[in-house]
């Protein structure tokens, strides 16, 4: 018997699939976890609980393992329980409630609205999509964003250069140094995509912002009209390359408008009553010299009371607030909005900028919001081994958009899921598009196009049984009994919880790796039908084994189309 233990310990209590399915398809770290408030060694509790476990309905083996593990090894009826239960729920298979309805706000992509998409955003806006569709399958109640930085000096900046291309569309003799030299920090964006932007400024504005001769006028008389201008178009521009990504954002959040909206200023006036901002000076920052640092009074937060580093300030030299305290008054914003929890998806180049904003909300919300960093590594795409020549159109980088017209969306999204976040990567040109094993985008959709091949096939026949889920729920299971059929259902039963593990991780990565397994299983059975005449699919003389293998075959599909869901690719009914 074991004394009472507290619930911590308890949730501590581990039951996972072995990674070896010799072991057994389950096992747990209970007797290692229960020996300190038992008073017992590990191995002694393995024992009790082996007893006690192998007169559990749907046990076929127990084994206490190593110091005081227990491997658990299921009936087959358990496992082949696994498939109607699948073909009654659908694609709805996996998902759970144990993210409790909980109010998440998930934050990712958020560029500057100043040029197109590019391959590092890319990563952040797949990752971050199917973090959301992760946690929204796990029961969390979600909110896709997009923050718009449209107040700062980059947004004025894209100005000047939509001033120029419009300059130029009234046929300006003005040279492009020329201009350049008028302007506040000189000419940053010079891409040709702003070019039809200044055409659409002169279509909606003529000449009126110029002076006569198509030279530029004053910039106080136009410096708003083009940066609003400028940012909605690009942020239609945004839209659209997102969209074709297949990412689609619930809320779009304007900075300048949680500026005017004085939400920032709540937010500081927030800390300051609290007793958190203070007038002082900071140390020199690391790796520069004395003489390099500009020894002033600012505005500072007690950023490390919440274990920062250093003490972070609010106001620039000019008076301005940092962009650090208007990211302060954004997430008091989406708190405001009810967010109770918030994730937001970042480059790795933020890193660190993460302990700040972390030790910035604890005090704004007096630790009651939680919020979460991922961090995406930077993209290499490779053709032929050598990286790829950056985009004529962009003018410094590979576009989002030139990306997905070479290889399509659905293998920018796989691909982008085949690594941890954290983790650099490159991105394949030749291996994306390859009709080969160790890609993994064909691999997982080849296994859902055979699939589909074998219910067509078995439709067309038409005397197995009607290949609906609905028929195929209820046909017999017993004749699966093969390792191969066992291990795809063993698999496929493994889905619900690996949903809910993936979510509370934040690693929708692990989708992309389940998949990969899935597949193999499936593969391999397909190959053993080969050499098996038993094991294939569709056999005129045993339609009891038919119709149950045609349930796994639906089953797998059905899995497969889960997970490719989450990640936001289309399954693929047949390869070509």
């Known amino acids: 018997m074991l004394p009472d233990v507290s619930e911590e310990t308890l949730a501590r209590v581990e039951v996972t699939p072995t990674r070896d399915a010799a072991h057994g398809d389950m096992a747990t770290n209970a007797a290692l976890l229960l020996a300190k408030a038992a008073r017992r060694k590990p191995a002694d509790i393995a024992t009790d609980l082996v007893a006690a476990l192998e007169k559990v309905e ?17 009936t087959p009826d358990v496992l082949r329980a696994i498939l109607p239960d699948v073909l009654k729920v659908g694609e709805a298979y996996g998902e759970s409630q144990s993210g409790a309805g909980v109010r998440v706000n998930v934050e990712y992509v958020s560029a500057n609205p100043t040029g197109p998409m590019h391959v590092g955003h890319c990563r952040g806006a797949v990752v971050g999509d199917a973090l959301a569709n992760l946690m929204a399958k796990a029961g969390f109640d979600v909110t896709k964003e997009f923050y718009i930085n449209d107040a700062g000096a980059q947004v004025k900046a894209l100005a000047w250069a939509v001033y120029w291309r419009y300059l130029q569309a009234l046929g300006t003799t003005m040279t492009e140094e020329a201009f350049g030299a008028l302007t506040p920090t000189g000419l940053q ?6 070019i039809p932007v200044g055409e659409a400024l002169m279509a909606q504005y003529g000449d009126n912002l110029a002076e006569p001769g198509a030279n530029p006028a004053p910039e106080l008389t136009w410096l708003d009209t083009v940066r609003d201008f400028a940012v909605a178009q690009m942020l239609l521009a945004i839209k659209d390359d997102l969209a074709a ?13 949680v500026l005017r909206d004085g939400v920032t200023d709540a937010a500081i006036d927030t800390l300051e009553k609290q007793g958190l901002l203070y007038e002082g000076v900071l140390e020199p920052p690391k790796g520069k010299l004395p003489e390099d640092w500009e020894e002033r009074e600012q505005l500072l937060f007690r950023s490390t009371q919440f274990g920062d580093d250093v003490d972070r300030p609010m106001r620039k030299s000019d008076g301005t607030n940092t962009y650090f305290a208007n990211d302060i008054g954004y997430h008091a914003d989406k708190v405001a909005r009810g967010a109770q929890m918030m994730v937001d998806v970042w480059g790795a180049d933020h890193g660190g900028y993460v302990k700040r904003m972390k030790a910035a909300v604890r005090a704004v919300t007096n630790d009651t919001v939680p919020l979460e960093v991922v961090l995406c590594q930077i993209v290499h795409v490779l053709r032929d081994g050598q990286p790829v020549k950056m985009s004529k159109r962009a003018g410094t980088f590979v576009t989002l958009r030139d990306l997905i017209d070479e290889v399509g969306k659905d ?9 941890k976040s954290d983790a650099q990567m490159e991105f394949d040109l030749d291996l994306v598009v390859a009709q080969k094993r ?20 078995a439709q067309e026949d038409g005397t197995y049984v009607a290949v609906t889920p609905e028929v195929l729920a209820t046909v017999p299971l017993d004749c699966l009994n093969s390792d191969a059929e066992m291990a795809l259902a063993r698999r496929m039963a493994e889905w619900p919880r690996l949903v809910e593990a993936a979510a509370l991780a934040r690693e929708p990565h692990r989708v992309a790796f389940y998949l990969a397994e899935l597949a193999g299983d499936f593969h391999a ?3 053993r039908g080969r050499d098996d005449a038993s094991l294939r699919f569709l056999q005129p003389d045993a339609p009891d084994a038919t119709r149950a293998r045609l349930a796994l075959v639906a089953a797998t599909a059905t899995v497969i189309r889960s997970g490719l869901a989450v ?6 009914e047949e390869m070509r």
């Open 58 to 74: 749907g046990v076929a083996r127990v084994a206490a393992a190593g110091p005081g593990f227990v491997n658990i090894t299921l």
């Open 189 to 194: 964006y010079r891409g040709e995509y702003l």
């Open 245 to 257: 990504l297949g990412v689609h954002q619930n809320v779009f959040t304007s900075e300048a408008q």
């Open 411 to 419: 293998a920018v999204r796989f691909t982008m899921l085949t690594r």
């Open 438 to 457: 160790d890609n993994p985008v064909f691999y997982v959709q080849y296994a859902h196009a055979r699939c589909r091949s074998v219910l067509r096939a």
């Open 525 to 527: 059975l397909w190959n």
């Open 567 to 572: 990640m936001g690719v289309e399954p693929v």
